[in-house]
């Protein structure tokens, strides 16, 4: 699928973690050919594990499936909002070929808002970065979360 259907696909993901609390985040691994390896969505919340962020466990059940240890070589990370340092990281460890993301993250953002860890040119491995991908849709479902959370 190409990477606007994968968003799509992520943001029903995102949707279902803000159903059970997390944060709305979502994340497709798609394969060289465009087939989706991996998804996975936040479960910080659901599993009281800071590090269970949707690109993580996306990263790591695709190198799972895709064949060539762990290396993700010609895969795509597509997000739902742009990663922060740590799956940022996870990306370019992963040696993924592409990140495509939705919205902004002005405040963590690690591709390209607060920092740019994916294309430090002093890293051997430099994946493309797509940003802004259904950018609204995937703003407003982090803002209505946000905003629903204020209410309670
Ligand atoms: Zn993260």
Redesign the pocket.
């Known amino acids: 699928m190409s990477p606007e259907q994968a968003m799509g696909r992520a943001l029903e993901l995102a949707a279902a973690a803000g159903e059970w609390g997390d944060t709305p985040i979502g994340a497709v691994v798609l394969g060289p050919d465009g087939a989706v390896l991996a998804e996975a969505a936040n479960e910080r919340e659901k599993h009281g594990d800071p590090t269970a ?1 949707a ?1 993580v466990l996306a990263l790591r059940a695709a190198a799972r499936v895709h064949g060539d240890g762990w290396r993700l070589t010609g895969a795509t990370l597509v997000v739902t909002l742009e ?2 340092t ?2 940022a990281g996870a990306a370019v460890l992963s040696r993924v070929d592409r990140v495509v993301y939705g919205a902004h993250d002005p405040k963590a953002g690690a591709a390209g808002s607060l920092w740019d860890v994916v294309r430090d040119r002093r890293l051997n491995h430099r994946p493309q970065v797509v940003a802004g991908v259904r950018e609204a849709e995937c703003g407003a479902l982090l803002r209505e979360f946000f905003a629903s959370r204020r209410g309670l």
């Open positions: 962020h690109e990663p922060c740590m799956c």
